[in-house]
């Protein structure tokens, strides 16, 4: 309390006039804001892991508010005092550092308010936007004031520099000069929050008005408003269902209190655009005259069951399926019906796109170092995975599979991912023995995750994105192989890597489609990660070598059989044991198939005695007529 009263005294008695006081006025205003809220978030807090997760909000008022503040005010005082040359030279300096003072302290502080109210994201990014560049204006000024400082200094016992008065231009101004200031301020603040508006409207709730029905199924609008309350967590609404008398408003009150990005996308075509965890937003879904649905259309999450049923009462009430069909199918669930799967293109283009060279599945040797360091990039990439068939994939950098990673048991391996794509994302090495909670979290756009294990064991391990639906994210290209060599693994000649997965096709160039993958219904069965790729450009190898093909089942839903036609395996390795070794006890025997359950892996070998082309597939004969086939060209 002392300090509040001292403050307030300086504050009666001698009022700032320049840049410098009142810059350091509002930062000492951000400062006594920033600590109250603190205290009431810390006393209201359930739990100390909920006050923390509800204090990154203060992280603006205190950099810019505060820091950013404090230390333009300090320094636009200091430099003219420090600068040397005389009180001329002090006044020149002084005079750049104050320039448009109003105007700079006006878009500081009142977009750090602006940032800090429920607006849009985009709104919030181009406020941030402009509050960076007032304050980094200062450098401008800065230079100015050391260049006008330095003219001065250079004129050494010359008469006074007309123009320069013991009060810095604009502290006390005329009357008019404030007023453009404030002006121009308040008009760079509107514009800035317009321009935020203009580029995310859904978001913002412009443009998104309801589509009421026409005609015989209009109903008449009561004039009332039914509110309504949604909580969207673990996949689901909360109510799952909302009633509405018919003609009545329906706003609704959407809170993410999910740990995952959500929205709710209305059959009309209403949405309430991407809603942060901890954040709510209020939906208008219009005059009521039929029951209808809503859900959330971040991909998988409506198969997830993220379906939010609205049941519209009383005689005004209107069939559903007539009401979509008059408000013209403009919602989320029309535009998808209406994009034709890419799988309709299968066969038309027979040759893959110009250039295309298939994925190298040479398997290099462990390497001798104990630790091994990896970045994981996770984008959206549209990615060709059959001749003139595009998807828009999730891959670790760039590729589906992703890099492989290779060691011995007792080796480390730390992954950084980094989420560069436009949900949420997270990683499970299989390879990796260690509780799930924290390494493998999802975390959302713009975030990183160190992900650390030792091998313990040998094997060939899968990993891929655990986030939900992890059946998605596993068939849209988020898998990748880790192999852990046995103890005493025997040389050969050549080792091969296929890791075998499976496509949904949604549309050319979109994301899988999760219909598809609940029914375990796939367009395309591949080795890494293209359909027949290695036909034209098949696999190598010499008459008499001794050849390892390790084989991973990606795939979320299916079995795999793999096979050589034309082949017999001496050695069958799967799940951490060889099932046959050099033939077996009788050195005769042998193995047809190596067969794996989704995410198994493991290894076979064999030796070619005759020259030739010998085909590989998995033996479950659909899925390899589905693009799981290749050769292997056999030379002398």
């Known amino acids: 309390m002392p300090v509040v009263r001292e403050a307030v005294r300086q504050a009666r008695h001698a009022p700032p006039t320049t840049f410098a006081g009142w810059s350091l006025a509002a930062s000492m205003a951000w400062l006594a804001f920033s600590v109250a809220a603190l205290g009431v978030v810390v006393g209201t807090a359930a739990t100390p892991a909920d006050a923390v997760a509800r204090l990154g909000w203060l992280v603006i008022p205190l950099l810019a508010g505060f820091s950013a503040q404090l230390l333009l005010g300090a320094l636009s005082y200091l430099v003219p005092m420090v600068s040397g040359g005389g009180p001329q030279a002090g006044k020149a300096a002084a005079l750049e550092l104050n320039r448009a003072p109003l105007f700079r302290l006006l878009v500081t502080n009142g977009g750090i308010v602006l940032y800090l109210l429920p607006v849009p994201s985009l709104v919030k990014v181009v406020l941030s936007l402009l509050v960076f560049g007032v304050l980094l204006s200062f450098l401008v000024l800065l ?101 509405v008398p018919a003609g009545n408003r329906l706003e609704i009150t959407v809170t993410n209190g999910d740990t995952a990005v959500h929205d709710l996308t209305l059959a ?44 519209v009462t009383g005689s005004g009430a209107t069939d559903a399926a007539a009401d979509h069909a008059v408000a013209g199918a403009t919602g989320s669930e029309a535009s998808e019906a209406s994009e034709a799967s890419a799988a309709d293109d299968l066969g038309a283009q027979s040759e893959p796109s110009l250039g295309f060279v298939a994925r190298d599945a040479v398997l290099l040797p462990a390497s001798a170092e104990t630790h091994h360091d990896y970045t994981f990039r996770v984008g959206d990439t549209e ?36 989420n560069e794509a436009s949900i949420g994302h997270s990683l499970d090495f299989h390879a990796g023995a260690l509780a799930p909670d924290g390494p493998m979290r999802t975390i959302e756009p713009g975030e990183t995750l160190e992900y650390s294990f030792t091998a313990t064991r040998s094997g060939a391990w899968l990993y891929h994105c655990s986030t939900m639906p992890m059946s998605l994210h596993i068939a849209n290209g988020m898998f990748g192989a880790v192999v852990i060599d046995p103890a005493g693994l025997d040389p050969v000649d050549r080792e091969y890597l296929l890791v075998q997965s499976e496509f949904y096709l949604g549309p050319q160039g979109g994301v899988a489609d999760s219909d598809k993958i609940a029914a375990a219904a796939p367009d ?113």
């Open 143 to 243: 230079v100015r004031a050391v260049a006008a400082g330095g003219r001065i200094r250079s004129r050494a016992g010359s008469v006074p520099v007309a123009g320069l008065t013991a009060v810095p231009e604009g502290a006390v101004g005329s009357r008019r000069t404030r007023s453009g200031m404030a002006a121009a301020a308040v008009g760079a603040l509107v514009l800035a929050v317009t321009a935020g508006v203009a580029l995310d409207p859904v978001t913002a709730g412009v443009g998104t008005a309801s589509v009421t029905t026409r005609g015989a199924n209009a109903s008449v609008a009561s004039g009332e408003v039914t509110e309504a309350t949604v909580t969207m967590l673990d996949m689901r609404f909360s109510p799952s269902s909302l009633t």
């Open 268 to 311: 009309s075509g209403v949405t309430s655009g991407r809603v942060a965890p901890e954040e709510a937003v209020i939906v208008d879904a219009g005059i009521m005259a039929a029951s209808s649905e809503g859900w959330c259309s971040i991909a998988g999450h409506r198969q997830m069951g993220m379906v939010l049923q609205i049941v």
């Open 383 to 418: 990615i060709e995975v059959a001749p003139g068939v595009t998807q828009t994939l999730w891959p670790f950098n760039g590729t589906a599979p992703g890099p492989t990673l290779r060691g011995k048991v007792g080796d480390t391996f730390t992954i950084t991912l980094i």
């Open 524 to 636: 395309l069965v591949v080795f890494n990660g293209y359909a027949d790729q290695y036909q034209d450009q098949p696999l190598r190898a010499k008459v008499g070598e001794r050849i390892r093909f390790w084989v991973i089942d990606a795939r979320p839903n299916r079995a795999s059989s793999f096979h050589i036609v034309g082949g017999q395996f001496d050695t069958v390795y799967a799940e951490g044991e060889y099932l046959l070794r050099d033939g077996g006890s009788t050195g005769t025997g042998g193995s047809q198939t190596l067969a794996l359950a989704p995410a198994q892996g493991g290894f076979v070998e064999l030796s070619f005695s005759e020259a030739g082309i010998y085909p590989f597939v998995t033996h479950a004969m659909t899925d390899a007529e589905r693009g799981a086939a290749g050769r292997v060209m056999v030379v002398p």
